[in-house]
């Protein structure tokens, strides 16, 4: 039985260029801005990496009308705010009650249009500190928290923008110049490369207005070229890195379809069936059966260039990854032979219905309805696939799920990682080169 | 039409909010249900909260409460665990167990048509697992294995140590998930009888909301936990670990937890509080907001964006019906550990004495407490835990409208008053999980005594 599942909306682009989308929605008496710049990790160059993250931290310093902190006056009006940084874009938002609108309108365009003046370096450097404390609370501080770094540079030779992660280089991030900030705001923040969505207790008319008023007066730039690379892993590369870390986990990574691409959809759907929840085919032999491992997660990190599909798992104590590897590398086999059962379908799909609605619970914030909205407008150059989104999971076939998972989780092509307790090597699979991430 | 950016436009009056209606039944079993209509998008929440946390957990066997919820999952008459796993994907349900320091919660989240599915098997887990030993014993192991894990995750392991510093012996004194030794001291009997004792209808409270009417809302609730007959033996209910007064703190002002070579040094400052029933928790939410409690707030501001010594620091109470913790959270450089220690104890100084709340803090904490306070209220989850939260703390239908303008009466004179009486920097004990070598020194400067090295369990 299916649902109509929806996600209405209208959409308008200013005459500088850009992008506002409307959602309507009444319950509750806020409004939730969520602005997009289509500019990530992926945009940086090698020895300057982790700029675009910072970049964000700068927005919240100040502009050139409101020379203070961004979150005085919206924490004042009532408003809950944040902003992240991922390898493709750079999203900001505010959740604010309907009579703070205007403020949040007001903020958000004074720093799309008027950031540098406010700019000091003594700002730029307080905020590179801080990156670099978040970085070590993060990652270095953390069990197994380099792993991400050190399969993104084994997966994207260095010169892919997928090779560093979005945290950045120590080295890099302490070589920066000021003078960089200047380039990289006229470069990415402006109207032509932003989208704005609104949602919530505001309808279409009244939203274009405001965009408009607001942000109308914002000069137009150029919008970036498209950053365009590619990867291919040609042979199975195994690396080990030792931590601060008591049980060994291994990971396997496989470069996988792009986000919306044909394959992404059923990686997803081959990622839950082998991996989430007690009922998924390698949690039931690792952890449940075998009882080999403690866990086992499986995920499609689907991205704008290319994806990669993510599996762990972690080993029980006196427990070998050579045996976990050789029983996940048969269910895979199985997996890609046979594909699933009718259950496992009906059980994802299921869950893609029910995760789908859930998605149409909150208008803000990080995965409410206005940064999905940006989120098909920015990625896909059209808001309009919510249904389109979901569609893609209804379609996906036993057939289409197997083929899926033979094409992409060759054994021949991905990235064996096996994080060891400090001086224990020899609990990595034989052959892994030694690494080192800092 | 130009703007005018001479200055951001002011807020106009805050939007009305009509907060949900909460009706009350209860079943002839005793069990307490409450029913929130919340239409909109067709979903439904069940949130299902037995008295028994972490604080009913007997002396030696911590981690007993949190076991015995995990087994609920485990398999119930015919369903095994895989089977309970797999019903639960079908239903494209939610689940979700939360053991708190009083009670133990449990949250499910479905399509509204698959409501009256969900809370049956809700209900055949919760009140006939199967508790069989071969997955008492998977689960054991898997904790413990877990217990290994955290050892390495430094909040884990200042949590842990932390509340042993506290707390002392007292029953709030462990993480839900218990140690080591205890885990492997339980046995399924006790976990059996646990559950006897505490899953009855009498100290339970369910919370329904959804896209639905009350009464369609309480028939499900009924359809699915009128057979309930748990029996209600008070003899074997655990005692209340909020009645129990902790003892005074006896393991000094400062302690490390040895990381050699750690990045950064995580941080916990603070002691005992407050009780949630405190008639000052309207001035206690203020006062914090002021100190720690938000972004522009007096220590995030000074560690974080003056002097760029962490990534963010938050200061918070830890309500529970009994007496709870006011602490400070952080990870900082390792080289700045002790003057971010130095730095939060005079800020905690100087709200209760020398600088005290502005007016200009107030009316920014203030707004900041109240204008948002209705985005609180958009999803069935946000208010399935919010009247849930009445019924934890005993506080009446009305807790919701009354909230906003209680906090706004808060005066600067309540802040400095109840800064003075809920404060002592004089009494806060200081913990540090980090390098002990690079940040020694330092540390014995502070003041604060001799420092105490903790094992690196805690």
């Keep these: 039985m299916s649902t109509a599942i929806e996600l209405p909306h209208a959409k308008r682009t200013l005459a500088n260029g850009l992008d506002v989308v409307v959602h309507e929605d009444r319950r509750v008496p806020i409004v939730a801005v969520n602005l997009w710049y289509h500019v990530g990790s992926k945009n940086e160059r090698t020895g300057r990496t982790g700029f675009a993250h910072l970049f964000e931290h700068l927005m919240f310093e100040g502009s050139e009308h409101h020379n203070g902190s961004f979150f005085k006056p919206l924490q004042e009006a009532g408003a809950l705010l944040n902003g992240s940084t991922n390898a493709d874009r750079t999203n900001y938002w505010e959740v604010v009650p309907t009579s703070a609108l205007e403020l949040a309108l007001w903020m958000e365009s004074d720093r799309m249009g008027y950031l540098l003046p406010a700019l000091t370096r003594e700002r730029f450097e307080t905020q590179r500190d801080v990156v670099l404390n978040e970085r070590r609370q993060n990652y270095e501080n953390r069990p197994y928290g380099m792993a991400l770094m050190a399969l993104s540079e084994a997966l994207f030779p260095p010169h892919h923008p997928y090779h560093w992660l979005t945290i950045g280089a120590v080295d890099d991030l302490r070589a920066m110049e000021f003078e960089d900030v200047r380039a990289f705001f006229r470069t990415y923040y402006h109207p032509a490369n932003a989208s704005l969505a609104l949602a919530g207790d505001i309808d279409a008319g009244e939203a274009f207005a405001l965009a408009d008023k607001y942000f109308g007066e914002i000069p137009s730039g150029d919008k970036p070229r498209p950053v365009e690379a590619d990867a291919s892993v040609p042979r199975e590369v195994r690396i080990v890195l030792e931590d601060r870390v008591e049980l060994p986990r291994v990971y396997m990574a496989w470069h996988s379809p792009a986000m919306f691409a044909d394959g992404d959809a059923e990686a997803d759907l081959f990622a839950d069936l082998l991996a989430n929840g007690k009922t998924s085919r390698l949690y039931r032999t690792l952890v449940y059966d075998k009882r080999i491992a403690v866990d086992v997660s499986a995920y499609q990190h689907s991205r704008e260039l290319s994806s990669f599909f993510l599996l762990a798992a972690t080993a029980a104590p006196g427990q070998s990854l050579t045996d976990i590897t050789a029983l996940v590398d048969e269910r895979i086999q199985h997996l890609a032979d046979e594909g699933p059962v009718d259950e496992e379908m009906e059980r994802g799909l299921a869950q893609a219905e029910a995760h789908f609605m859930y998605r149409l619970q909150t208008v803000g914030g990080f995965g409410g309805k206005s940064d999905q909205l940006n989120a098909y407008n920015v990625l896909r150059g059209n808001p309009d696939f919510f249904a389109g989104d979901l569609e893609r999971y209804r379609s996906a076939t036993r057939e289409s799920v197997r083929d899926a998972a033979r094409t992409y989780l060759a054994f021949d092509r991905r990235v064996l990682l096996s994080i060891v307790p400090r001086g224990q090597a020899a609990l990595a699979l034989p052959g892994s080169e030694p690494v080192t991430v800092s | ?458």
């Design chain 2, 1 to 458: 039409m130009a703007v005018d950016r001479s200055r951001p436009p002011s807020p106009g009056p805050d939007p009305q909010f009509h907060f949900p209606q909460i009706a009350r039944h209860t079943l002839r079993n005793g069990l307490k249900v409450r029913t929130v209509e919340h239409p909109g998008v067709p979903v439904v929440t069940a949130a299902m909260q037995l008295d028994g946390g972490l604080g009913a957990d007997p002396p030696g066997r911590e981690g007993l409460a949190s076991m015995t919820a995990d087994m609920v999952d485990e398999g119930t008459g015919s369903l095994s665990a895989i089977d309970v796993s797999d019903a639960l994907a079908r239903l494209g349900a939610e689940y979700d167990v939360e053991v708190g320091a009083d009670i133990t919660m449990f949250t499910l989240t479905t399509l509204t048509r698959f409501a009256g599915r969900g809370a049956a098997l809700l209900s055949d887990m919760l009140t006939v697992p199967s508790m069989r030993a071969s997955d008492f014993e998977r689960i054991r192991q898997l904790r413990l294995d877990r217990l290994r894990q955290l050892k390495d995750l430094p909040p884990a392991v200042a949590e842990r140590a932390f509340l042993r510093l506290l707390y002392a012996s007292h029953p709030y004194g462990h993480l839900a998930i218990g140690s080591d030794a205890s885990l492997r001291e339980l046995t399924l009997d006790e976990v059996v009888r646990f559950h006897k004792a505490t899953f009855v209808p009498r100290r339970a409270t369910l919370v329904m909301v959804g896209a639905l009417p009350h009464a369609d809302l309480l028939a499900i609730a009924g359809d699915a936990f009128e057979r309930w007959n748990g029996e209600d033996s008070t003899s074997d209910a655990p005692p209340a670990a909020a009645d129990v007064a902790p003892s005074a703190a006896s393991g000094g002002r400062l302690a490390l937890v040895p990381r050699e070579g750690a990045a950064q040094s995580e941080l916990r400052i603070g002691h005992l509080s407050a009780r949630r029933d405190t008639p000052d928790y309207a001035p206690l939410l203020v006062m914090n907001a002021i100190l720690g409690g938000q972004f522009i707030s007096r220590i995030n501001l000074k560690l974080r964006e003056e002097k760029a010594f962490t990534y963010g620091v938050r200061t918070g109470f830890d309500w529970r019906r009994g007496l709870g913790p006011f602490s400070v959270q952080t990870s900082v450089h390792t080289a700045a550990t002790a003057e971010s220690i130095a730095d939060t104890l005079q800020e905690i100084s100087a709200l209760r004495g020398d600088r005290p709340a502005t007016p200009q803090e107030m009316s920014l904490a203030q707004a900041s407490l109240t204008r948002g306070y209705p985005r609180n209220f958009e999803t069935t989850q946000q208010v399935a835990r919010s009247v849930s939260q009445l019924a934890l703390f005993d506080l009446p239908d009305s807790y919701f409208a009354e909230f906003v303008p209680k906090v706004n009466a808060v005066t600067v004179g309540e802040v400095t008053r109840v800064a003075r009486t809920y404060l002592d920097p004089s009494r806060a004990i200081a913990l540090v999980v980090g390098d002990r070598k690079a940040t020694e020194e330092s540390l014995d400067a502070l003041g604060l005594g001799e420092l105490h090295v903790l094992p690196p369990t805690g």
